[in-house]
């Protein structure tokens, strides 16, 4: 059966620092990002099912997405864990919205990070194609299954 690829993009807001880096970006700054989350499976061929003919609901994809990963970053700034400590006491005390990662926050590490997320809650019938994370309008970070193989 053919295998088609559906395609949601997602959006949020969300701060960073890189910590140790040697450019303007080991300040805290943040972005608009964009998300595009690519799978592929073979659609539903049930006509019992009310979701004949389907690879995935949009609805669903977007509902996944968003609890596994825009509902944590909206709004967020994203940190080592090894930042400062008076930062994240400081930060948290003033009730900010802080994820800390075990990872560097760069684009290319978040977009691996999503992929090892999302890869834990796909359903059994579809895939993880590729992801797409722009920081900018003019950059952006991509990650292919394929690449894998």
Not at 17 to 29: K, M, S, V
Not at 106 to 118: H, I, P, Q, S, V
Not at 138 to 143: H, K, L, Q, T, Y
Request: hydrophobic share 40%; net charge negative; glycine share 4%.
């Amino acid at each position: 059966m053919a295998k088609i690829r559906l395609t949601r993009l997602f959006t949020f807001e969300m701060a960073h620092a890189l910590q140790h880096y040697d450019g303007p970006c080991r300040n805290i700054h943040g972005h608009s990002y964009k998300l595009q989350v690519t799978i592929v499976g073979t659609p539903l061929a049930d006509e019992t099912d009310p979701k004949n003919g389907m690879v995935m609901d949009f609805g669903d994809l977007k509902k996944l997405v968003n609890k596994t990963i825009v509902d944590e970053l909206d709004h967020a700034l994203l940190l080592r864990k090894d930042s400062a400590p008076e930062l994240v006491e400081m930060l948290r005390k003033l009730h900010h919205k802080l994820v800390l990662t075990a990872y560097q926050p760069t684009c290319e590490n978040m977009l691996l990070d999503f992929k090892a997320r999302l890869q834990q809650v796909m359903p059994a019938n579809v895939a993880l194609h590729s992801l797409k994370l722009w920081e900018t309008q003019n950059s952006f970070a991509e990650w292919y299954a394929s690449d894998e193989l």
